[in-house]
């Protein structure tokens, strides 16, 4: 190399030099603010009641054959669109043990594997009043068909081995790794089965989850904690959530999502007493497809957020930004035909008028519809159409 080529690449490199001394040029360093966004979704009770599998059973020519995909088709292009969706499975989910509905699920995994399918939906929580529907023999069948019969790209939580509560779920997305926790409130008055080596985690085990959530904080860069709580098919929030709420904010949870009373509740920030940590609680998404029968439980919401995540100089924060609820409606005709969920958005009064509601008596209108959300849900997170 000639000395003029040699003078020349050196003065282009004190230019170099300068310009990024004077921050002319954004490059990257060591201490780089990095920052992933995640579009995350949660959905809530996927209740599988005896219409809704022999609909599916009949649909898919009878035998052992189901086909839920017409449940789902109607909402199925929102969630494509989205990084991760998350949804309370409320009954149990097996290929071995028969269907079978109400006061006892087992509903049949193709109910599930349309949920993958269509939806999109990779995360599923388990842990509910009906975890225990079909004692030791339903947590196996739920356990292998998570595990060997669900493609591997999904995670479900809420069953843990009894001499290893400190096993922490996580997923991975968009190089996040993502803690997903799941505990009940309760699970019908049935007991752990001695004879099965699984057991769900109850919201009273405090001293669990608090551990829990540090282990989660330690191995993962979200904490999403799922509670099945509150008062069933009341829109009003007990203390007891609000208690497990603070407590949760406190020991490091990012998000909570509630589920279980079947009908929407209210949603808002919660500060941690101790901390001062604030997280977003959704306290019940309501029900998202069932053959219930009060106008408020066919009438349910979609939490769409966006999580963040920075690391600047090797940390990272979380922020949960623009907490949303997409409404849904359950619409079915008489004696629960034709059992399929719509967004509010497309619902009209002609389907209103058509819903098999109106056998029962209830009025049942898209202004009734929007007042059993504004009635309960604060108006800034809801995403409703023009009256």
Request: charged share 20%; proline share 3%.
């Amino acid at each position: 190399m000639n000395s003029r080529h040699k003078i020349f690449r050196a003065i282009i490199s004190l230019l170099l030099c300068v310009i990024s001394l004077f921050g002319l040029c954004s490059c990257s360093t060591a201490g780089a603010r990095n920052v992933t966004d995640i579009h995350f979704t949660a959905t809530g009770d996927n209740l599988i009641h005896d219409r809704l599998y022999k609909q599916a059973n009949e649909r898919a020519g009878g035998g052992k054959n189901y086909d839920f995909d017409y449940c789902y088709e109607s909402v199925s292009p929102f969630y494509k669109k989205q990084d991760l969706n998350w949804i309370n499975q409320e009954s149990l989910a097996n290929t071995k043990i028969p269907a079978h509905s109400y006061p006892t699920f087992s509903t049949p995994g193709q109910a599930v594997q349309s949920l993958y399918k269509l939806m999109n939906e990779r995360i599923f929580s388990v842990s509910n009043n009906h975890t225990y529907d079909q004692g030791a023999e339903g947590l196996q069948a739920t356990q292998d068909f998570y595990n060997k019969e669900m493609p591997k790209d999904i995670l479900y939580s809420g069953i843990w081995k009894k001499n290893d509560l400190s096993y922490i779920p996580i997923y991975t997305c968009k190089d996040q790794r993502i803690a997903i926790l799941s505990y009940t409130y309760y699970t019908n008055g049935i007991k752990t089965p001695k004879d099965s080596p699984y057991r769900v985690i109850y919201t009273s085990e405090t001293n669990v989850i608090k551990k829990q959530i540090a282990l989660a904080k330690q191995q993962a860069d979200i904490v999403i904690v799922g509670c099945h709580w509150g008062t069933e098919n009341s829109h009003k929030i007990n203390t007891e959530q609000v208690t497990l709420a603070k407590n949760l904010a406190d020991w490091g949870a990012d998000l909570i999502i509630g589920t279980h009373p079947h009908v929407v509740q209210n949603a808002g920030w919660v500060t941690g007493p101790k901390s001062g940590r604030r997280v977003f609680c959704a306290y019940s998404l309501g029900n998202f497809i069932s053959t219930q029968s009060q106008a408020d439980q066919v009438v349910g919401m979609v939490l769409s957020c966006t999580l963040r995540v920075q690391e600047s100089h090797g940390e990272k924060t979380v922020t949960v930004l623009n907490p949303k609820f997409y409404p849904t409606v359950t619409q079915y005709g008489s004696n629960a035909s034709n059992d399929h969920v719509v967004w509010f958005s497309d619902y009209t009064d002609e389907m209103a008028n058509q819903h098999g509601i109106h056998l029962r008596g209830d009025t049942f209108t898209r202004s009734s519809i929007r007042k059993i959300l504004t009635d309960n849900v604060n108006a800034k997170y809801l995403v409703l159409p023009k009256a």
